[in-house]
């Protein structure tokens, strides 16, 4: 059966109002930055500039780290949870009211298809802010003591693959417990963080509570060496991650780091065929791959693995890949040219190393960054694309004869993010997520999040969890 | 310990604990332990690189099957380390007097108090998941249930001055969870944590789950931080803030979860809390679709 042809639909773009130039949100203010740097954010579909950005520098990070002290000492700090809880409902609801401009800002910024910012990154959003406000006027009954106490300034840097999704996951715990927050977006996409400056503005969030400074390596940087942050939050490469573990030895600064991973998902014979294939195109194509906890090496059980791959490529044949804002685009754009051209050279290194790429047929548009779905078979555990993060449309497809095999092979990393296991028997799910050493097994799905649910890695894929009580953890210093 | 009556002593030469034996170090080196008025008491081993790789290699053994035994068992095991203990309560009244150059009352409080720490953690291994672990109502057809796990090799410089209750107040509650450890005990106080290696081999503690070196901090504890087959490390008994970043530097190479160097030495007769029993857990989260 040939592929359906579905006739455009694109979402409109009239619904978003960009301004063509964005200053810093420090105090409840969007200023312009000290030295007056601007930079530009591009729409990777298209290439087209959407806006130009302010770039901080060091001065432009001690406003914003003062103004978050002067908050959390002046109100944000000692305002009653009941009343956080309350300006987070507030967020909460804006974002819901705004909901379709956010996902078509998403969109248009990251390159992810308009299906997925509208129906997961979005509604996640707002499901943070709602949970966590809940929290709010909760925290001596979440566990960490009778009278916990906020940190101080967060400082936290975010990366560019769910930009909205990864502040929520960053500023709804924070202010929950009581923080003041300076959030970096990535350079790629700040417009989400720019509109949620705005949304704080609508809500009347005291000034200096939320501070939103854009830049890139060298903002975050500045922000996380600043000596009056008292707690970091990253999301991004273990490479950084183990850069921010070293710049804060010997301080007193707390630190959670949610980082690579290289997520096995895991095939028995008796899984239901279909499912899992629908699982596994889900688990690595989704966000065009680029998702820490993707599912980048697919291990297959022997005995169905001509079975497996049969399907997968058919499914994969049905992918639409193109314009992000259309609805039926399954696939968007790769989000930076810098990003395309390490898809392509670790995909350049699989081939070297003997490794066999298939890509699904499509046409790719002429402009704007774009990767085909990618599968490579004759992987090795030794080859670079089943060791190293892609973050790419890009699947490792290797195999295994029992479940210990599975095991050995899916554990043999140095990350330790998620993992997939597809199989009709309880018991052996059971057994699986008992031995894989992954923050998240995702049993017969995968690419699921909640905001009730700890999310978070072993190993070198971070320390901390983000999301639920535990997520509160990180955010409150114990008595 | 000196004999006091005419008979001649039997003096013991002080060895290591690493994977259930007692080697001597590697090196072939030891160093003098006096106590606390600068009186010989004995030699104890100078542990070497080789050693601390050794002993890792033995808790990494040792980790799987210990971590994979029931919370139960595990308890009943450190429940059992404590009546071991209780009977040779005296020798480490002695030990513990003479290295920390207290009275003998302090000293019995101290190791009465380090029993019952044991017999509180133990009974923390079948309760620290409920306590901890969640089922989570997401939005969604799903069930999900998130649960500790111990994070797997532990490496711990054990308290300078508390030489027992310190001691067991670091490693009890790494291992009711499910880690093996790898300390290195205080450096001028180490005959208890010796003692204490004789009572783990004789307690049905699996070989490996605690390997005991003793020697000197500075020389032994960056092969630990800089190991990456040690996934924590507890830095409680570093004195030294600036070796303690050194280390905490060498321990971000493979993001091992660390235990800071603390402001002023922790009250160990205070109550201790979770925080050391959740230090070393990781939250694994399990998504399963319903349906029928």
Redesign the interface.
């Given at each position: 059966m040939g592929k359906f042809e579905y006739a455009p639909a694109p979402e409109s773009r009239s619904i978003v109002d960009l301004r063509s130039s964005y200053g810093l949100f420090v105090d409840g203010e969007f200023v312009e930055p000290k030295d007056g740097r601007m930079f530009k954010t591009v729409s990777p579909s298209s290439e087209e500039v959407l806006a130009e950005v302010a770039e901080a520098g060091p001065q432009d990070v001690d406003r914003a780290v003062a103004a978050a002290r002067t908050a959390f000492k002046k109100t944000w700090g000692s305002m009653p949870g009941r009343d956080r809880a309350k300006y987070l409902y507030r967020i909460a609801r804006i974002i819901q009211e705004r909901g379709r401009e956010l996902a078509v800002l998403e969109s248009l910024d990251n390159g992810k298809p308009i299906r997925e910012a509208r129906d997961v990154d979005i509604p996640l959003v707002a499901a943070h802010f709602f949970y966590y406000a809940g929290w709010a006027d909760k925290l001596e009954y979440a566990g960490f003591g009778a009278d916990p106490k906020p940190h101080g300034v967060a400082g936290q840097v975010i990366p560019w693959n769910f930009p909205m999704l990864m502040l929520a996951w960053k500023i709804a715990p924070a202010l929950a417990a009581g923080n003041t927050v300076v959030l970096k977006p990535a350079e790629t996409t700040p417009l989400t963080a720019l509109a949620f400056a705005e949304i704080c503005q609508q809500a009347d969030l005291p000034p200096g509570v939320v501070n939103i400074v854009t830049g890139a390596g060298a903002t975050g940087q500045a922000l996380v060496t600043h000596a009056d942050v008292d707690k970091i939050a990253f999301t991004g490469s273990t490479d950084v991650g183990k850069a921010i573990a070293r710049s804060v030895a010997g301080t007193k600064k707390r630190v959670t780091l949610e980082l690579g991973g290289k997520a096995a998902n895991i095939v028995f014979e008796d899984a239901p065929i279909d499912q899992a294939v629908e699982g596994i195109v889900n688990g690595i194509f989704f966000n065009q791959g680029h998702v820490c906890c993707a599912g980048s090496r697919l291990l297959v059980q022997e005995s169905v693995y001509e079975e497996v791959l049969a399907s997968l490529k058919r499914r994969m044949g049905t992918l639409n890949v193109g314009d992000p804002l259309d609805k039926n685009t399954d696939i968007g754009a790769i989000n930076s040219p810098q990003q395309l051209a390490k898809i392509r050279m670790l995909s350049d290194v699989g081939e070297q190393e003997g490794a066999e790429r298939w890509s699904a047929p499509c046409d790719l548009p002429e402009r704007g960054y774009w990767f085909p779905p990618t599968i490579f078979t004759g992987v090795s555990q030794a080859h670079r694309i089943a060791r190293e993060e892609i973050f790419g449309p890009v699947l490792s497809i290797l195999t295994f004869r029992t479940p210990a095999e599975a095991i050995e092979k899916a554990n043999n990393t140095p990350f330790g993010l998620s993992a997939g296991v597809w199989t009709e028997k309880g018991s052996r799910i059971l057994w699986m997520a008992d031995k894989l050493r992954a923050g998240v097994v995702w049993a017969n799905t995968f690419n699921r999040f909640d905001p009730t649910s700890p999310f978070g890695g072993y190993k070198e894929s971070g320390y901390g969890r983000e999301g639920g009580r535990h997520g509160l953890e990180a955010y409150l210093a114990k008595h | 310990m000196p004999s006091t009556d005419n008979r001649l002593a039997v003096r013991k030469t002080y060895k290591l604990y690493v994977g259930g034996a007692f080697p001597r170090s590697e090196s072939g080196r030891s160093y003098v332990v006096n106590d606390a008025r600068g009186a010989f008491l004995a030699n104890a081993a100078l542990a070497s690189r080789k050693d601390a790789r050794d002993a890792v290699v033995a808790a990494r053994k040792a980790w799987p099957g210990w971590t994979g035994k029931t919370a139960y068992n595990r308890g009943q095991v450190v429940y059992r380390i404590a009546e071991m203990l209780e009977g040779r309560r005296s020798q480490f009244v002695d030990e513990v007097a003479a290295g920390e150059g207290s009275s003998r009352a302090k000293a019995e409080r101290s190791v009465d108090e380090a029993i019952d720490r044991l017999v509180w953690y133990a009974g923390w291994a079948d309760k620290i998941g409920q306590?901890?672990g969640?089922t989570?109502?997401?939005?969604?057809p799903?069930f999900?249930f998130?649960v500790p796990e111990s994070?797997g090799v532990v490496a711990v410089v054990a308290p300078q001055d508390s030489s027992l209750l310190g001691l067991i107040s670091v490693v009890a509650p790494a291992i009711v969870t499910g880690n093996t450890v790898v300390v290195l005990a205080a450096e001028e106080r180490p005959l208890p944590a010796i003692t204490l290696g004789e009572v783990l081999a004789t307690s049905d503690l699996p070989g490996g789950v605690v390997n005991i070196l003793t020697g000197r901090v500075a020389e032994v504890a960056p092969w630990l931080a800089g190991h990456m087959d040690v996934?924590a490390i507890d830095l409680v008994g570093v004195a030294d803030?600036?070796l303690?970043?050194?280390l905490?530097?060498a321990?971000?190479?493979?993001?091992k979860?660390v235990l800071r160097v603390p402001d002023k030495a922790p009250d160990w007769s205070a109550d201790p809390?979770i925080?050391r029993l959740t230090a070393y857990l990781?939250?694994?989260?399990?998504?399963?679709?319903i349906g029928i």
């Open positions: - | 306590v901890v969640s989570n109502p997401v939005a969604g799903y999900d998130s994070t996934n803030a600036e303690g970043k050194e905490e530097l321990a971000a190479e493979n993001l979860r809390g925080g990781e939250t694994k989260t399990v998504w399963h679709p």
